[in-house]
């Protein structure tokens, strides 16, 4: 691990707005603060969002400006890239901003029920070879489910027409109430006020995406309590990349 890294992390135990609960430390530690964020943290009764694979945190401390009658919590594993958000919500003092470093794969275990009005996925990894680990899988959206408000919002933001695809897909099998969709955000007609503020906020890798002529697309769908969810079964189309200026890793031209 560089030297910089080693700096960020040591600093980052100094914030008082991160909390880092990896796999292996949460094994031995619990979370305490699950189900009571908005007393122990907050101190207050606004709505919890959460941003989950939050990268350098620029969409939480956005949003955070956006709303501050609303609390958001960016969730990532890599704290060296955390640690840009973490300073800069600290630096501004915005209260309404907190960071959790630790798996996605086990969030459900630092929210009580109902405790989350909404989740934020903003350019996920669409994980083209393995269902499983993509962010709106079933496997995902039944953790969600443990901690997400009835009907609760699901936002997806992102680059990859495949995981935008398997997301559109995922929401009309299982019947998920989708208020809007676009596969051309920036230029969709008909946008309401809170999805025109989202416009005005870009991050670092979605300005890339665009300078190279891509579209980005965007979807919110409802996740009720009720229900079982099912995986869907269509063969989609492979993004021809994977990252900026790298090509896809797969030689397949499809995948469910």
């Known amino acids: 691990m560089g030297k910089g890294k080693l ?3 040591a600093e980052m135990e100094t914030f008082s707005n991160v909390f880092q609960y990896p796999f292996s430390v949460i094994e031995e530690r619990p979370f305490d603060m699950k189900g009571q964020w908005n007393e122990w943290y907050f101190h207050n009764g606004n709505p919890i969002v959460l941003e989950l694979g939050c990268g350098k945190g620029e969409y939480t401390v956005e949003l955070a400006r956006l709303y501050p009658d609303m609390n958001f919590i960016g969730v990532d594993i890599k704290g ?3 640690w840009t958000g973490a300073k800069k919500a600290l630096e501004e003092k915005l209260s309404n901003v907190a960071f959790l470093r630790t798996n996605i794969e086990i969030i459900d275990r ?3 029920a109902d405790e989350v ?3 934020w996925l903003t350019f996920s990894d669409p994980q083209m070879k ?3 680990k993509r962010l709106t899988s079933t496997y995902f959206l039944e953790r969600y489910r443990r901690f997400l408000i ?3 919002l699901v936002h997806v933001k992102t680059d990859s027409l495949f995981l935008y695809t398997y997301t559109t897909l995922m929401v009309q099998e299982n019947r998920l109430p989708m208020p809007f969709a676009t596969d051309d955000l920036y230029h969709a ?3 309401d006020d809170d999805t025109r503020k989202i416009l005005s906020i870009q ?3 979605e300005s890339m995406w665009m300078e190279r002529g891509l579209s980005i697309k965007y979807l919110k769908f409802q996740l009720p309590h009720e229900g079982e969810l099912a995986e869907t079964d269509v063969e989609i189309p492979l993004d021809d990349y994977r990252s900026y200026h790298r090509p896809k890793r797969s030689s397949l031209d499809a995948a469910k």
Do not use: C, H, V, W
């Open 117 to 119: 009005s909404e989740i």
């Open 203 to 205: 991050t670092y890798y």
């Open 130 to 132: 393995n269902p499983r």
């Open 80 to 82: 060296a890239r955390m």
């Open 189 to 191: 007609e008909g946008l």
């Open 150 to 152: 009835d009907g609760g």
């Open 110 to 112: 630092f929210f009580g």
């Open 7 to 9: 700096q960020k992390f």
